[in-house]
Nanobody, 134 residues
Framework: QVQIRESGGGSVQPVGSLRLSCAAS????????IGWLRQGAGTQREGVAI?????????ADSVKGRFPISVSTDNAEDSVTLEMKGLKPEDTGMYYC??????????????????????????WGEGTPVTVSS
């Protein structure tokens, strides 16, 4: 049984930083990727960043260079961290950790993990809120 739980959300001023953590267990199929998605008030859920267990990453253009993602595994539990820097008010929303099958592509000499639409993620956490406001 796959279980996913998020932690680390909170309130921060613009240009501040937050670290979101995702603990996932039960993902035995290592062809899965783990990603972070967010949903602001009145908006659709959108992918932010995603990572494969071999470390291949993918980012939405809006967070590229600001939200590095990383993954580690310890005793059958996978940990995925999203280091959010240079936060903007438009980054406000509920952040979800979720798992989907990876879709990797070779682009400009490097592997890249594509972020699928929210409907294609199979397993979800309950979310953690992030508020960026002065």
């Amino acid at each position: 049984q796959v279980q996913i739980r998020e932690s680390g959300g909170g309130s921060v001023q613009p240009v501040g930083s937050l670290r979101l953590s995702c603990a996932a267990s039960g993902i035995t199929d290592r062809s899965y990727c783990i990603g972070w998605l967010r949903q602001g008030a009145g908006t659709q859920r959108e992918g932010v960043a995603i990572i494969a267990f071999n470390g291949v990453e993918g980012y939405a253009d809006s967070v590229k260079g600001r939200f590095p993602i990383s993954v580690s595994t310890d005793n059958a539990e996978d940990s995925v961290t999203l280091e959010m820097k240079g936060l903007k008010p438009e980054d406000t929303g509920m952040y979800y950790c979720a798992a989907s099958r990876c879709a990797l592509s070779w682009t400009r000499g490097a592997w890249y993990a594509n972020i699928p639409p929210a409907r294609d993620f199979d397993y979800w956490g309950e979310g953690t809120p992030v508020t960026v406001s002065s």
